[in-house]
């Protein structure tokens, strides 16, 4: 049985939250790229230097890439031979949240009651999907 504290989650779940607002994976930007070097369009190209100047100060800066950094979604892998020592999963997942989008300096845009608007002030509550397999791996996507 592997064993994951509390606090080795929330810290991870913060970083990956400002690492997704600050960093585009590879993939991301090469595609970005291919399309610059394929856009006819004096404004196409023009915008598309905008977005990749954009891009290389979020990534340099560590600031985020949009200013609208959205809802944490989270993709949660947990093998049944994990056990999560010192609260739970859910919680630590959303402590993770509400540091990461404080401490990355992220948009807060998430409301408790969609009728009433008001905001809960750190994004919470993330949007957690999880898939439980075998195994004593726990995999965080966000």
């Known amino acids: 049985m592997k064993e994951i504290t509390v ?3 929330t810290n991870t779940v913060a970083r990956l939250c400002i690492e997704a607002n600050t960093h585009l994976t590879e993939d991301v930007l090469k595609g970005i ?5 394929s856009e006819v369009s004096p404004n196409g190209r023009m915008i598309l ?4 100047d954009n891009l290389k100060l979020a990534d340099e800066e560590a600031l985020p890439i949009c200013q609208d950094t959205g809802m944490a979604v989270l993709f949660v892998t947990l093998g049944q031979d994990v056990h999560i020592l010192g609260g ?21 845009s998430v409301v408790a009651d969609p009728l009433n608007r008001r905001n ?15 195994g004593d791996t726990l995999t965080l996507k966000v």
């Open 88 to 108: 739970s999963l859910d919680d630590a997942i959303n402590e993770g949240v509400r540091q990461g989008y404080t401490e990355g300096y992220l948009r807060k």
């Open 33 to 37: 790229e291919t399309a610059d070097a």
């Open 120 to 134: 809960t002030e750190d994004n919470t509550p993330a949007v957690i999907h999880y898939n439980i397999v075998p």
């Open 7 to 9: 606090s080795q989650i």
């Open 49 to 52: 230097k905008t977005i990749m």
